[in-house]
């Protein structure tokens, strides 16, 4: 149980573009999810605080007008980086808290050309 | 000071090694602490919780020191399929995890 998806696993996209990024809980609700970024050699950074039905809380430093999350139910949480540029080629992971634990999904890797 | 702090290695250990890592952090008011592995280009999974008393799991071995606010990992007869990245990850409350930016383990035959 808890299982976690991602898609896409990864993105190539040109500068310029958007990309959505879908995180679903496949076998539980999530009133809360989280994304995440990590760089090469870098630990994972969180990003935002996805809530159900309101609007996510973004880390300092975090654009929440670039990065848009929406959490429209309770086993869908997406992230759509606009404008995309080469800087925010990364590995985006998102969570779904569940039972105090968080459950990670498999990543999607981003490169913007 | 970062929240959390790991020796990034690599530790290059033999199979059958006994190898510990080290991790601090910042916020006294942290609330639980976990280890994760992660290997390349993979997702973080949960290795264990660490509790004040120590806990063991298998050849794993975590204690925690509030009072230094310190954290360790002790693996014993390191196997090949141990070499990954292991982090250090502290809740600072509301479900929200600071990872470190974890210790690279390399066992080799």
Known sequence: GAVVSQHPSWVICKSG????????????????????????????????????????????????????????????????????????????????????????GPGTRLTVT | RKEVEQDPGPFNVPEGATVAFNCTYS?????????????CRKEPKLLMSVYSSGNEDGRFTAQ?????????????????SDSATYLCVVNRGYSTLTFGKGTMLLVSP
Request: glycine share 2%; aromatic share 14%.
């Open chain 1, 17 to 104: 573009t958007s990309v959505k990024i879908e995180c679903r809980s496949l076998d539980f609700q999530a009133t809360t999810m989280f994304w995440y970024r990590q760089f090469p050699k870098q630990s994972l950074m969180l990003m935002a605080t996805s809530n159900e039905g309101s609007k996510a809380t973004y880390e300092q430093g975090v654009e929440k007008d670039k990065f848009l999350i929406n959490h429209a139910s309770l086993t869908l949480s997406t992230l759509t980086v606009t404008s995309a540029h080469p800087e925010d080629s990364s590995f985006y992971i998102c969570s779904a808290a569940s039972s105090g634990r968080q459950y990670f």
């Open chain 2, 64 to 80: 925690l020191n509030r009072a230094s606010q310190y954290i360790s990992l002790l693996i014993r007869d390191s196997k090949l």
């Open chain 2, 27 to 39: 916020n006294s008011a942290s609330q639980s602490f976990f280890w994760y592995r992660q290997d």
